[in-house]
């Protein structure tokens, strides 16, 4: 089930899986925008960076197979930083770059965990008034919710644990894994209590 790394514990989605699961949900988004993602009015995917550049990449062309036609448009937000807990702050740090007005949306991330970014997004782009506005997300982590929030397609559940790859990181390390692995607990080597989630010094 994957490839092998020597910093991984185990794989939680190798890049086969993942694929084939992007095919199922790209036929569920085709079936249900049908007659209103078109030519002339494409949906909107919003990729969430940096998490979602990998997967939405992916989901663009999966759709595009499936005669769903899409444009790509990025905004940036981070709560995470370099850590593995959630500073329970979202900081917007690019928006969109055209308007979403009378658009259909949906919203493309890589993981939802305490819910707090896909929360403050969705809020912040229905107040521009989209025609539509959906969540589509590669990884649901329903144990980890600080604010109920449920996605509307989704790929993966997964348990409580902080996964890399694939786009996801930890202090921006392994986005670039074709896999979703958890990390060995020896790779973050904790020193005190205190110092539990920071990254080691000479990784900074
Ligand atoms: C991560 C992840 C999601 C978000 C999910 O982003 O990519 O965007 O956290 O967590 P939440 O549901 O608890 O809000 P991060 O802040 O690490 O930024 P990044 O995408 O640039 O890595
Ligand atoms: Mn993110
Ligand atoms: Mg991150």
Redesign the pocket.
């Known amino acids: 089930n994957g490839r092998s790394y020597s910093f991984a514990k185990k794989c939680v989605a190798s890049q086969e899986q993942i694929f084939e699961k992007i095919d199922a949900i790209a036929a569920n988004i085709a079936i249900d925008y049908a007659g209103k993602a078109t030519a002339e009015n494409p949906l909107i995917l919003i990729c969430?960076?940096?998490?979602?550049y990998l997967f939405t990449a992916d989901l663009a062309r999966a759709l595009a197979d499936k005669g769903v036609p899409n444009v790509v448009e990025f905004m940036?937000?981070?709560?995470?930083?370099k850590y593995t807990v959630?500073s329970g702050e979202?900081r917007m740090l690019l928006d969109l770059r055209n308007s979403i007005s009378k658009r259909h949306c949906l919203i493309v991330?890589?993981?939802?965990?305490?819910?707090?970014?896909?929360d403050f997004l969705y809020k912040v782009f229905m107040t521009r008034g989209p025609a539509s506005l959906r969540t589509c997300v590669l990884l649901d982590k329903p144990e980890?919710r600080?604010l109920p929030f449920v996605a509307h397609y989704r790929c993966f559940e997964i348990a409580n644990e902080f996964v890399v790859g694939y786009?996801?990181?930890y202090a921006e390390m392994y986005r670039d894994l074709r896999d979703i692995v958890v990390l060995k607990p020896e790779v973050y080597s904790p020193k005190t209590a205190s110092e539990m989630h920071k990254v080691p010094d000479s990784k900074l």
Do not use: H, M, P, Q
Request: aromatic share 4%.
């Open positions: 969430v960076l940096k998490g979602a940036c937000v981070s709560s995470y930083g959630s979202v991330e890589d993981i939802l965990d305490s819910a707090r970014t896909l980890g600080k786009g996801l990181d």
